[in-house]
C-alpha cells in the first residue's frame, strides 16, 4: 500500500512514467511529496509504487550527479 512509502523510499508513479522514478522527500498524511527526475511533486501515495533496481540506480545516479555540480542535499 502507498502508505509505507516514508522519507527517503525510492518510488514511480503507477500510471504514467511521464515523471520519471523519484524519491520521496516528504509525508503529508495521504500525500508524498516526490523529487522525481524532472522536477517535484505531490502525489497521493496510492498513486504510487516501489521503484525497481533500475528506477533506484537511475534516480540514485541523478542524485549523486547533482550533489557533485550543486552541493547541497539532494
Known amino acids: 500500500m502507498g502508505a509505507a512509502h516514508t522519507v527517503g523510499a525510492f518510488v514511480a508513479h503507477t500510471g504514467t ?4 522514478p523519484g ?9 508524498r511529496r516526490v523529487r522525481f527526475v ?8 496510492d ?6 533496481d533500475d ?4 534516480v540514485s545516479s541523478w542524485l549523486r550527479q547533482k ?4 552541493g547541497g542535499h539532494w
Request: negative net charge; charged residues 25%; aromatic residues 12%.
Open 17 to 20: 512514467d511521464a515523471y520519471g
Open 67 to 70: 550533489q557533485q555540480r550543486y
Open 38 to 45: 524532472y522536477f517535484v511533486a505531490t502525489i497521493r501515495a
Open 47 to 52: 498513486d504510487l509504487r516501489a521503484a525497481s
Open 23 to 31: 524519491k520521496v522527500i516528504g509525508v503529508d498524511g495521504e500525500h
Open 55 to 58: 528506477e533506484t540506480a537511475q
